[in-house]
Structure formats: C-alpha cells, structure tokens
C-alpha cells in the first residue's frame, strides 16, 4: 500500500493537481425534474482545488472517521479496518468482523467516530450480518479503539434487525453524528419485502435517530409516543436506499442523497416525520418488489416530500456520501453540499438557498470528474480540507481535496 504523508494539521502535502473551475457563465437553476445534471449545471467558480493523494492501496474504502494525533480511521467494505497516522503510515487494526456478509453491496460500510472519543475511544459501524454463510441483517456495532489503535474490541450491538438481501442490495447504511449528539442512520429497504420502505415498524428505508449509547429513539424523535421500538427510532420514511446523510452547520437541517432505481436519483432535505413517498408494494395491492413505481409516488401519497434534485429518467449519477464544505477558506464554494458519485464518477457541489428548500446552482469540479472512478465516502476534515474515498477496487484511494 503506498501512503504520502498528509498531518491533518497543517503538514506539507506531496502531490497534487490544481485546477480552476472553467468560468462558464451560470445557467438557470437546476430543476426538481432535471434529466441531466450536466446539462443545468454551471461551472461558475473561479475557486481553484486541488487533489492529493493521501493513501492508495485500498478496497472499496467506504467512510471514514477523524481522530485526534491527525489519524483518519477507514472501513474497506471487504470487513478491513485501516487507520492511517500523521507520519504517512497505514496498518490494518485488528478487529473481529469475521461476521460481516461481504457480498454485493453488502460488507462493511458506514462509520461514525463518537463525539466524546477522546474519553471513550468509541466509533461505530454499519455492517451487513451473517450466520452460517448467509446473511441475517444488516446492525450497527460500537466499538472501541486501543490506545496505539492496532486493535478494536466489540463494545455492544448497538442496534439489530435492519432488513437484509443476501444478495447485499439495497444495504445503506451510513451513520453520521449531529450536533446534538444523536447518530442518524441512513438505511436501504433491502430490496426484497416491497411493504418495508412504507412500513415504520421496520427499519429498512428510513432515516434513524437514536441514542448512540443505547440504540434506542430519542424521546423528541415524531414517532416518540409509539407503542413499537422501531417506529419510535424512525425520523423519516419512504426512502429506496439512502446512501449520504449530511447535517447543515449552523442549522442543522439534514440532507440525504438516494439511489433510485433506474434514473430518479434524488437530494432529500428531511423534515421530522416525513414521507418520502418510495412504495414498492403499490400501497400493499403486490406481493412483489415492483422497480417501476415513482420514486416520490405523490399521487399515492399527496403529503410525500418531493426531492430537492433529481437525476431525472435517462441520468443515473448513484450519489453516495454527502458532506457540507465549511470555511472561508472555499471562498464562494463555501456551504455548498459535496455530493460524491458513484457512476457519474463526478463531485457535484450544490448551492442551496437561504432556507435550504432549494437548489440554486450545481457546480462540477473539473478536477474530479471522470478523474478518479467511482467516489463513494466523503466527510469534512478538523483541518477544513474534504476527505473522499474511490470505490473501484484493489486499487482505491483517500483523496485530500483542498482550495489551491
């Protein structure tokens, strides 16, 4: 595995590209309904970025997680830990996931470092769960880091029973902390029972919120006073496979990207409650998992909260992680949605308006787009810098991406 050096502090950086966004003027706002985001999208900042490689060498890295001594900790989905220190150096810590299902786009996936890390040593996972060879469901599992982080010790099972595919498809699972401290939980439906993404007893096709020490929902969460533990854990509904979830600095309203099933990719900002109006079982009248239903079925479902973008029919970007760009130092990038793409192989930047209910502006970074294959994990570094992940293989990476 070849490692540059890379101190999240402040430490020299050794390879790079810069290069400026073309200065093409700004085309109208994309649109709800918009087949091509290429199309809709201005490439109007004149803000010059640069990519460093800052690990290679990976596998299908999926999320990552900042510690303290300017160490990054890596899920690989084939159930490999990494964790790579300031001095450049990157080791496997020993963890036992001789459980995870590794199969498709099962494995192990999203990651949360605890916000009290320093006192508990405690991260969290999502992974997929087998049993004799055959996987039983997808859990998240809290953890705890040794002090010289060459091991992880299992803590508890925080939370069981999200619905699986033995196949993988349709996992999530990505858990990001807010500000409050509650962990979302961003999950698949599974792609199997067509009733799960309508059903709030189950937990596949929802956005979670639950307490990070128990696993059980917050006691201010919409569905709080119901009589089912999973409904209680529920923040919203109605979703296909959630793949990013983001929390707006300074608001802390959360966003969400999806996969749709052919096309219909979306951008969701969540609201308490809400229907996001995927239903497979076209209102319980199939017993089979119907891909050709609308991805925000409003006529099914008048109250369903339609997306803030959409691919649209004929373009599949398959957004993944999602992290917001915060400092002066991204100029007038700065508070725009990074959103990470699998098949389009791209960054798309999203300019939100002041109330964060729309899209104003889409911006391609010409440095990341078509550049590095498929990207997949993203999160905002303590040293303002955006951390990405590739996702095509033996040969992945960790992307350092950084204002020239």
Known sequence: MRVRKFGIAGLALLAGVAVACTNEPASAPASAESSDPAAETSRSSSVALRVDEVVTGLEHGWDIGFLPGDRILITERPARLKIADANGAVSDVAADLSDVHVRGEGGLMGLAVHPDFEGSREFTTCQTHQEGGRAV?????????????????????????????????????????AADGALLVGTGDAAADPTIPQDRHSLGGKVLRIDPHTGEGLPDNPFADSSDANERRVYSFGHRNVQGVAVQPGTGTVFTTEHGPTGFDELNRIEPGANYGWDPSQGGTVDFYDEDVPMTDRERFPDAIPPLWTSGETSTEAPSGAAFLEGEQWGELNGRLAVMALRGQKVLLFQLDEQGTAVTDIALPDELNDAYGRLRGVRGGPDGALYVTTSDGPNDKLLRVTPS
């Open 137 to 177: 469901d997808v859990r998240l599992v809290t953890w705890e880091l040794s002090e010289d982080g060459r091991a992880a010790s299992k803590v508890r099972e925080l939370l069981t029973g999200l619905p699986v595919n033995d196949s993988g498809r349709h996992s999530g699972c990505r858990p990001t902390f």
